[in-house]
């Protein structure tokens, strides 16, 4: 069992920055595939990006490339998401989600573990 809490989230400016970290339970996180996502009110839940378990290996949404940055700590079981140049339409609430052992993927429900989320409100 893997339990993930999301924390960092807030209300910003645009143009200004967050950083999520997501903090996970368990002996096996360096063995996890690691994910952000997010969901804003009435829209689905959406990929953001995704890490490899060694972190050697990240991929962005096109929506985010160049201003996100996905990292991980395997030795404090944290993966982080450094948010710059934020726009209004990146509020959302941000999930991050665990995929132990298994390939990175950018579908959501390929995810066996998921945070309780983090609200992020950027305004205009």
């Known amino acids: 069992q893997v339990q993930l809490v999301e924390s960092g989230g807030g209300l910003v400016q645009a143009g200004g920055s967050l950083r999520l970290s997501c903090a996970a339970s368990?002996?096996?996180?360096?063995?996890?595939?690691m994910g952000w996502f997010r969901q804003a009110p009435g829209k689905e839940r959406d990929f953001v990006a995704i890490?490899?378990?060694?972190?050697?290996?990240?991929y962005y949404a096109d929506s985010v490339k160049g201003r996100f940055t996905i990292s991980r700590d395997n030795a404090k079981n944290t993966v982080y998401l450094q948010m710059n140049s934020l726009k209004p339409e990146d509020t959302a609430v941000y999930y991050c989600?665990?995929?132990?052992?298994?390939?990175?993927?950018?579908?959501?429900?390929?995810?066996?573990?998921w945070g309780q989320g983090t609200q992020v409100t950027v305004s205009s």
């Open positions: 368990g002996r096996t996180f360096s063995s996890h595939t």
């Open positions: 989600a665990a995929r132990p052992n298994q390939a990175m993927s950018v579908i959501g429900r390929l995810y066996d573990y």
């Open positions: 890490i490899s378990w060694s972190g050697s290996i990240t």
